[in-house]
Each structure stands twice: as structure tokens, then as C-alpha cells.
């Protein structure tokens, strides 16, 4: 086995050493002292943590590091080229802790690996890392999770403290479901009704909600100060219930239909080619594009079974054109690839799990034609709301459910559509969608342990493609490592679930 997967991070690092010698220790005194620009910001999310998990009180100075001192410097020359942008390196050692990257992204990341080597004590004992050396990049530019909000709610705060918990396995894109057929959660101030009505209600008939335009603001604020991008997404031209029964004038009969509180899918559709329609799809892309400083905005385009074939593509044709007048790349589940009319660069996101691929799979290729490219999301591994065992409470069986936690990490971006390899996948993304989940505790169980799976596929270096994918990912030392960030999840009061294929230490029994 080799150094870097008995050090306790989770993803696993390209390259991890333990070094001969005394430990680090943290003594009273010590400062974190910073120089490039944004180490003062990723060093003031390194004190407020040290502050609130260890109780220690550490000062930010702009000076060079003295004996003892966690030192975060960003500089061109820390990493190799190909690694700036999110690459770091973390020295510990007696003399101190070093945490260098060509980016601030970079030495965020190298603070989250930082943070799994403290130990979980660290507020009584005293706090000492082993000596050690890591030198880390992602393997892909993008790791997501998705939560869905439009079937249960989810306030700011819950997202804020779901994106807390993401960092810490270097997802750095959170992909927000923000419209479905059970509700509407972002307030549109040119449609104002989709949220007085369509937001009104969610799943099993649950309280509902939305997002102000400050709210939205700041949980994108809030993200990209944790270096995760916000990607909404407003499903269209299905999934849109909610919608029509907010404004008559969007349904062919003139009729609005009753809000819905069910599960069923593929049932809604919004009109093509009507004046009125083409209105809302432009004004809420404009709204949302407006408060959304990432590059992508989703529409959808999913499991449109009440829209013709050619309705569909003519829709998609118009809507991603509308995504890029606002200055946006337009993004959307693999069925979009239908068209071949999309903007250049528009990307896919790949959900099928049926073997052989079938027509999903020259869907996922049509986005590459078109200069764009792929977010693997197989959801047999990948989709957070399918059970893990038989006869669960929550979640959904469906997709070669259950999915395990050895269903999670055994697969590979690369090897689900054949003629899609990595320079044609942007990263992966695991969803978890909200019919049976209520609360953002339950969320997090279902989303933890797995996503620390997905995480990993979307950071760490492929394995060796001369072997099939499960000899090729080691899961035993996978199992061990996560046992360890189990005691972290345990300390952070971040729920997850005890799978029985991981040797959970005593400390995180329930
Ligand atoms: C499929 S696959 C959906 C969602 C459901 C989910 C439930 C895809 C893009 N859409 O509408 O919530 O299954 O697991």
C-alpha cells in the first residue's frame, strides 16, 4: 500500500508522504502568517474553523512564518503550471505547517486536507500533526453535488451548512434544482405569482418555500467565498407544473392546474412557440442570469414525455439560445443532446445507468460535437436519493438501487460512454433529489458517506485502465480513510449514515 492512501484525506491525494520526526504541535502563540493574494481570506476560514472545532485562537499576520506557525502562501512557482488552478502543497514538520498553491482555490483545498489530519480532540488534547508531505491537483476542474429544492424546500441557512460540509471533500459546485413541477423557489420579480403560487406548497404536501433575490445572493456569496460556484437550474420545458399552475396564460387551455404534491414525473409541459411562453423563459433566465455570477445556467430539458419530439427540439433550440443571449453557457440533462441546433460550449449532464447506452449515449456525444462537454452523473452510483438497502424508510429504488457505498466509488467518469474520456468530461456531479427527503438532516444522511465516494472519482488520478474499475480502485483503503473522516462528520454535527461495509470507529457509533 502505498504512503498516500494510509493518510487519512479523503480525496485521495496524487502524491502523500509520511515523513520521519517529530510531530507538529500547535502551541499557544502560534499565527498564521500569509503572503500572496487571497491568503488572508483562506486563512480567515482556517482561524474561524481552528477557533470553532479546537477552541484555539490563532492570529493572521503578514509576516514571514516564525517557528511553529501554519504558513499559506500563494505564488505562481508553487505549483507546476498545469495545477494553478486548484492545485496545492502542504508541508507538516516539527518547524511548522506550510500550505502553498498558485491559487487561493488551491490553498483552500490544502486547508480541507489540513483539516482531516487534525485530530478530532483538538479542544482537550493537545493539537499535533504527524510530520508529512502532500502535493495534490484535481483530476477534473469540476466536482458537483446537486440539491433539490423544489420538491422539499430547503432554507439558506440548510444550503449554507450543506455547502460547509462539501468543501470539506473539495466539491466545488453546488447545482441548485431550483423549479420542478411541486414548486417555484426563486422569487422572479417580472413573474411575481411563481412564487406567491407556485412556491407555495412542495412534496407530500410540505410547506414550501422560495429564495428573495437577497437570499439567492447571498448563498452565492457565500459559496464563492468557500470557492464553489452556484448553478441553478430551471427545468423546461417539463418538470414545470408549478409554473403553469402559477399563470393560466402559460397552458394551452387557458387553465391553470391544481398544484402538485405527488411523485410522478413527465407530465408537465410548457407550449413552444407562443409568444407568452417566450416571454417567461426570457425574463426568468434574465432574472436568475443576472444573480448568478458562474458560468453555467441549467435548464433541464429532462424527462419531457409530454412534449412531441420535434416541440422538444425546437424548444431546446430556443431556450439554450436564450441562456447564451444572457451571457450564460447553457447546460441541461443528456436529453438536450437531441438537438443539434445548441450553442457552442453547451454542456451535458450524462444520467442514464442502462447498459448497453443506447441512444443516452450519442445523446452525451452531440454535446462534445458541439464544442461542449460532458458532467458525469451515472445514477447508479451517483443519484444521492436512491436507498442503500432494501426496504429503507427514505429515498427512492430505482436505477439499480440500492446503491451502496461500494456502487459510489466503484466506477469511472471515463468509462461510461464509450468515445468519452476525460478531455471531454468537465467532472462529475452527484444529485440528490427531495420527493421522500424532508429535512436537511435526512438529506445528509443520504448524501453522506456517499458523496465522499463521488468526490474522490472526481479528484483523484485515474486508476491504471489496464484493469476493470473495482481492482483498480483500492476500496479497502478507501473504507479506511473514511472511517477516519466519519470522527470529523461526528464532531461537525454533520449527519451521515453508518453503512455496515465501513469499519466506523467507536466514537461515531449512533
Ligand atoms: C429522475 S434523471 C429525475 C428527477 C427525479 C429523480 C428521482 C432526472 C434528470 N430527473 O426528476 O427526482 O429521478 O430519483
Keep these: 500500500m502505498s504512503a498516500s492512501e494510509i493518510l487519512p484525506i479523503i480525496p485521495r491525494p496524487v502524491d502523500a ?3 520521519e520526526g517529530a510531530p507538529f504541535v500547535l502551541a499557544p502563540g502560534a499565527r498564521v502568517s500569509v503572503a500572496g493574494v487571497g491568503a488572508a481570506h483562506v486563512a480567515d476560514l482556517l482561524v474561524a474553523e481552528l477557533a470553532s472545532d479546537c477552541r484555539r485562537d490563532l492570529a493572521v499576520v503578514h509576516e514571514p512564518p516564525a517557528h511553529g506557525d501554519i504558513a499559506i502562501v500563494i505564488a505562481d512557482d508553487e505549483t507546476s503550471e498545469a495545477d494553478r488552478a486548484e492545485g496545492y502543497s502542504l508541508a507538516v514538520t516539527a518547524e511548522g505547517v506550510r500550505i502553498g498553491a498558485a491559487s487561493a482555490a488551491g490553498a483552500f483545498w490544502g486547508v480541507q486536507s489540513l483539516r482531516q489530519l487534525i485530530p478530532v480532540e483538538c479542544a482537550s488534547d493537545p493539537l499535533t500533526i504527524r510530520p508529512l508531505i502532500v502535493r495534490d491537483h484535481p483530476r477534473f476542474g469540476y466536482r458537483g453535488a446537486m440539491l433539490d429544492v423544489a420538491r422539499h424546500f430547503f432554507a439558506p441557512d440548510e444550503v449554507k451548512r450543506f455547502i460547509d460540509a462539501i468543501v470539506l471533500l473539495k466539491v466545488n459546485h453546488l447545482h441548485l434544482h431550483l423549479t420542478d413541477d411541486q414548486g417555484w423557489r426563486i422569487h422572479i420579480e417580472s413573474w411575481p405569482e411563481l412564487t406567491a403560487h407556485g412556491a407555495s406548497t412542495g412534496s407530500d404536501g410540505s410547506a414550501g418555500g422560495f429564495y428573495t433575490h437577497d437570499e439567492f445572493r447571498s448563498i452565492v456569496e ?91 427540439l425546437r424548444f431546446i433550440a430556443k431556450a439554450t439560445a436564450i441562456v447564451a443571449s444572457h451571457g450564460k453557457t447553457p447546460a441541461g440533462w443528456h436529453e438536450m443532446g437531441k438537438s443539434a441546433d445548441l450553442p457552442e460550449g453547451t454542456v451535458g449532464q450524462y444520467w442514464d445507468f442502462t447498459v448497453p447506452r443506447g441512444s443516452s449515449a450519442d445523446e452525451a456525444l452531440s ?36 446503491t451502496t457505498i461500494r456502487d459510489a466509488y466503484l466506477w469511472d467518469p471515463s468509462r461510461i460512454v464509450p468515445g468519452l474520456g476525460d478531455a471531454h468530461i468537465l467532472g462529475v456531479e452527484a444529485p440528490v433529489w427531495t420527493e421522500t427527503i424532508a429535512t436537511i438532516g435526512e438529506v445528509e444522511r443520504m448524501v453522506f458517506p456517499r458523496l465522499a465516494a463521488v468526490a474522490e472519482v472526481g479528484w483523484s488520478t485515474a486508476p491504471a485502465d489496464t484493469e476493470p474499475v473495482e481492482a483498480a480502485r483500492d476500496f479497502d483503503g478507501f473504507a479506511g480513510r473514511l472511517a477516519a473522516l466519519g470522527e470529523h462528520w461526528s464532531a461537525a454535527g454533520t449527519e451521515f449514515r453508518r453503512v455496515p461495509e465501513i469499519p466506523w470507529r467507536e466514537s461515531v457509533r449512533a
Design 17 to 19: 508522504e509520511s515523513l
Design 222 to 312: 457565500y459559496a464563492a467565498d468557500r470557492f464553489v460556484t452556484i448553478v441553478p437550474e430551471l427545468d423546461m420545458p417539463g418538470h414545470t407544473n408549478a409554473a403553469l399552475a402559477s399563470y393560466p396564460e402559460l397552458n394551452a387551455s387557458g387553465v391553470a392546474p391544481a398544484l402538485y404534491t405527488g411523485s410522478n414525473v413527465g407530465f408537465s409541459t410548457l407550449l413552444v412557440d407562443d409568444e407568452t411562453t417566450d416571454r417567461f423563459i426570457d425574463d426568468v433566465v434574465r432574472e436568475v442570469a443576472s444573480l448568478t455570477p458562474g458560468p453555467y445556467l441549467h435548464i433541464g430539458g429532462d424527462e419531457c414525455l409530454s412534449t412531441s419530439a420535434d416541440d422538444f
Design 367 to 402: 454535446f462534445v460535437r458541439q464544442g461542449g462537454a460532458v458532467i458525469m452523473s451515472p445514477s447508479n452510483a451517483v443519484y444521492l436519493d436512491i436507498v442503500y438497502d432494501e426496504g429503507d424508510a427514505i429515498g427512492q429504488d430505482w436505477a439499480d438501487g440500492p
